[in-house]
């Protein structure tokens, strides 16, 4: 008698996992899923922040190259360009230097997509624009800027990075 309630509470034993411990269970898992989510948004805003400011960082970059160039008087300038270039595709396309046959300067191999908009298209500055203004005077471009609404994680608006 004693061998036969021993094999039948082993038996039962074995059977599995109680509600409880099942409940338990998912109330963790949607705990730490409730704790991740925030944690993932905010790693995934940081990174396209990153890649916001290396765009801005490699276009800013580029004019900079190009005005120095104009400059030093290495490639043309147009008057009252102040030595800028014209748009963003002149970067790109590139310019011949002067004094050379067959010399081309290109400052970027493309223009990257502002990760905020997910588009190419940038604001833009001109040098007598005024440093607030949200649309382009014209012009030779002095400055980008991002063209999203929102705000970065330093409370900063995307277009005055």
């Known amino acids: 008698m004693k061998r036969t309630s021993a094999r039948r509470y082993r038996r039962l034993r074995q059977g599995g996992y109680t509600l409880t411990e099942m409940v338990i269970v998912c109330i963790l898992l949607v705990s730490l899923t409730a704790a991740a989510l925030p944690i993932g948004r905010v790693a995934a805003k940081r990174s396209k922040e990153a890649d916001l400011s290396l765009a801005l960082r490699l276009m800013r970059n580029a004019i900079d190259e190009y005005k120095r160039f104009s400059d030093a008087g290495l490639i043309p300038i147009e008057l009252g360009s102040d ?3 014209p748009d963003l595709e002149t970067l790109v396309e590139g310019i011949d230097v002067v004094g050379q046959i067959d010399a081309r ?7 990257p997509v502002d990760p905020m908009t997910g588009e190419a298209e940038w604001g833009l500055r001109a040098y007598d624009d005024d440093w607030d203004d949200d649309s ?6 002095y400055d980008v800027y991002s063209q999203s609404e929102g705000v970065g994680l330093n409370d900063v608006e995307y277009r005055l990075w």
Not at 136 to 141: A, K, L, Q
């Open 105 to 111: 300067v290109r400052f970027l191999r493309r223009i």
């Open 136 to 141: 382009w005077g014209g012009g030779s471009v």
């Open 83 to 85: 030595g800028y270039p």
